[in-house]
């Protein structure tokens, strides 16, 4: 197990003196997180996309690491990227195509 924060510890030791109370969330709430995880999951339309075959291999690599299929992974960066969501974690992974390609100005 790995080490616990402080923050963590707090909550595990609230948790085993009972402190904690179990709550259901109202109607409305519940009825906004169904909608919001059926909008979610709806995948009504396909692309094709062309990718260099490094960088495919990065991505079901790190889609390996992350126990997901690499298409899933994909969609999850569009998603989050689109949202404003996207938080960029580094791979024990090496990628293949990192120092290949130079970043392209646009003029």
């Known amino acids: 197990m790995k080490k616990l924060d402080a923050f963590e ?3 595990l030791d ?3 003196k009972g402190e904690l109370k179990t709550t259901s969330p109202s109607k409305a709430r ?3 997180f169904k909608a919001a995880a059926t909008a979610t999951f709806i995948k009504e339309k396909r692309i094709n996309i062309r990718l260099s075959a490094p960088d495919l291999m990065d ?3 790190r889609a390996l690491e992350e126990g ?5 992974l994909i969609a999850s960066v569009l998603h989050k990227f689109v949202s404003g969501r996207l938080v960029e974690q580094s791979s024990s992974l090496t990628s293949r195509s990192s120092g290949t390609r130079q ?5």
Not at 103 to 107: G, L, M
């Open 68 to 72: 997901m299929p690499y298409q899933t």
């Open 59 to 61: 991505i079901q690599a």
């Open 9 to 11: 510890k707090d909550i």
């Open 30 to 32: 519940l009825a906004k």
């Open 14 to 16: 609230a948790y085993e």
């Open 103 to 107: 970043k392209r100005r646009a003029p």
